[in-house]
């Protein structure tokens, strides 16, 4: 009798387990994609410009950001109003060094030339506020992985004004926003 219910019970796990294989598989709901970020049109790509100027103010520091829609491009100067902030930015064919005239290589497909109208040091002391080199890549300003920018160099400064280079993918659209204590160059990864 033992013996006669092993097997029976043996036989029942096998129909049991031979079952639950035989049975397809539903497969779990593929998670949702991720909704596409809204992005901003109607930007451009002519220049923009305000002939603001900071007083007494100086560039410290620029800097990268990458975001969902555009690659942010930022030059930091402490102590000026949004107002305050004056800049000229424009698609240009070749960055010069103004004054010398000299051509600086900007790697990508188009150049964007950043001016603050303020300059990169110490109008009392003449002390360098911010470490970029002429014709250098700016110090601490890392491209890899994003999807505008291409590179970004520093044209110097000169007559209370300083320039950069932002070399982009191919001419589009950007817009310029004042802060204070910042500018702010977002260049739109698309049209």
């Known amino acids: 009798m033992i013996r006669s219910r092993t097997v029976w019970v043996t036989a029942a ?5 031979l079952g639950a294989t035989a049975v397809p598989t539903v497969a779990a709901p593929a998670a949702a994609p991720r909704a596409a970020a809204a992005c901003p049109t109607g930007w451009g790509s002519l220049s923009k410009t305000n002939s603001a100027s900071t007083p007494g103010d ?13 690659d942010r491009f930022v030059v930091d100067v402490p102590g ?8 000229s930015v424009r698609y240009v064919t070749q960055l010069i060094q103004d004054p010398t005239g000299h051509p600086i290589p900007v ?5 964007i030339e950043v001016i603050v109208r ?5 109008i009392d002391s003449g002390t360098a ?11 601490g300003v890392n491209l890899t992985g994003y999807r505008t920018f291409r590179d970004a160099k520093f044209g110097g400064t000169f ?18 926003l004042q802060q204070d204590g910042h500018l702010v160059v977002d260049v739109a990864h698309t049209w």
Not at 159 to 176: C, D, I, K, N, T
């Open 13 to 17: 796990l096998v129909t049991a387990t």
């Open 58 to 70: 100086y560039v410290t520091n620029a800097r990268t950001g990458r975001h969902d829609c555009y």
């Open 80 to 87: 000026a109003s949004a107002a305050q902030l004056g800049y």
């Open 107 to 111: 790697s990508g497909g188009a150049i």
């Open 118 to 122: 303020a300059p990169a040091y110490d």
């Open 129 to 139: 506020t911010y470490p970029g080199r002429v014709g250098e890549r700016l110090p």
């Open 159 to 176: 007559e209370g004004q300083s320039q950069f280079g932002l070399g982009v993918r191919a001419r589009l659209p950007f817009r310029v």
